[in-house]
DNA sequence: CGACGCATTGATACGTCTCAATGGAAGTGG
DNA sequence: CCACTTCCATTGAGACGTATCAATGCGTCG
């Protein structure tokens, strides 16, 4: 989300059945002249050490709205990291496509297994994305090369299903407006912490897609959108949000266990 | 749960605050001896391959009841096993205590980091239960000597936070029925594949930790399981639960995925 | 046996889902 | 460029399910 590139394309009906090439690659991703070196894992990588981009031989995909990265099943011999657009990752295996996360600007991708492995989950373009990847074949030799990208290397596995608990704490025994407020503060904390504009932005997403990431209907991630609205923390059009006091959302929304909780223990656990 | 080695010990009123040893260090776990060698992960690895339980120095040791293997904040140095009882980790960062799971014997306790680093969880003791502990140094040290383990490791971390996943996908969306049924059809499988009686069993944890573990109330939980003893699936008296038809348990709750899944794909997706 | 904690059950309030209709934004084709 | 179409978001009224509060029943353990 945020800031796409291009022009969204022409859409035909359906998302899945068009004729234009699935993903396109474009060019090798030049690390250097990139907005989001200093906050992607291969940017940094190659800021820190003596590591070229072109040493990681980093592809640039573009992904059409509506299209796959990769779908569970299939198997991935890279990982990434999303440089523009929105991912939403979906677990199909309960029938039902529920979202698990949506990956932002400058995020990696769910990494799931260091190896070649069947993926469990699948990444859709929410809207036109550009991805970079990383074969792990190629991390390997790097790593055995230079010793600091292989602890970025460890806390990058260890971080991978961080992601999933925090959803869990974020969805379970909460109320609606709970979870739609922690979800736009976590939105908030993790735009802000990649240096893009926290309080106002265009959300990607349809209301369906929240709506089945946090376990609620659209109907009602409506409702409580509007219902911020009257609260006087959020403005809202559409797509388009504006966050007018992020502690208001804070507070609302206990759940965020990312950004700094201003409640005091003690009176959280009055409740 | 199943199967508690000794008598349970006269305890205190409050949990937190006996002045009995919190945990007791016994003896050397001798995996030759143990009823779970084929099942648990250092018992297989001292069968598959020359690694001598000795050499591994797993410890066993006791926790009583209500008692803490560790608490959040702490620095782990072991990863675990348990042996018999019933433990839940929990997740207290967000006040309130939120249980991420509940570990059976064979199984391992969620394997955080790899090397020495705080714990993200509790590990508390539903019931008096045995543990075995293998210390990460020891354990480097044998992959070191024994290539065969370090695989075994792999798979070990890879699956750490697989757990919480499938904890999400049982309760997101889902109504109170379905969420107890598959917490019991996936307990009756867990059960099954470590070769305990799958179909009666006693529930070591109260139904306020069940509760909180599938973002119920007790009194909901309560009242779903005497709705599946009202259709003939289940048969309760207090923690003793009989599980009368398996089959209709997993029908009842399509978010087993952990089992195999009679409904077929076709049948879903139509929801 | 008696006391305590836990589980069960009931009545009511509240919140979310459901179904349905309206409104508005984005994209299409003339 | 404008009117049209379509998809998506919003809003409303009602049904349903879970939380809540309270009382009773029962196992567990002293």
Known sequence: MQARPYRRRARAGNDEDE?????????????????????????RLTAESPVGAALLSIRCVRIARGH????????????????????????????????????????????????????????????TSFVCAVPWRVFYRVCAQFPSATGEFIKLIARSGGGTRELLTLIRGRGALERVAGFLSNLCTRMQSRGFPAREFRLGMSREDIARYL??????????????????????????????SIQEMRRLSIADVFGSLETPMAEREAV
């Open 68 to 127: 796959a990265l990769y779908r569970a099943g299939e198997r991935i011999e890279a990982f990434h990291m999303l440089r523009s657009g929105c991912i939403k990752e979906t677990d199909d295996s309960d029938g039902r496509e529920s979202i698990v996360n949506f990956c932002l600007p400058g995020e990696l991708l769910t990494v799931q297994n260091a190896a070649s492995a069947k993926s469990q989950l699948s990444s859709i373009a929410v809207e």
């Open 19 to 43: 004729d234009e090439p699935m993903m396109r690659e474009t060019r090798r991703g030049d690390c250097e002249w990139c907005g989001l070196r200093r906050v992607c894992f291969p940017g």
């Open 215 to 244: 376990g609620l209907r659209s109907e009602t991630v409506s409702r409580c959108f509007s219902e911020l609205a009257r609260r006087g923390v959020l403005r809202v059009r559409a797509k388009r949000i504006q966050i007018l």
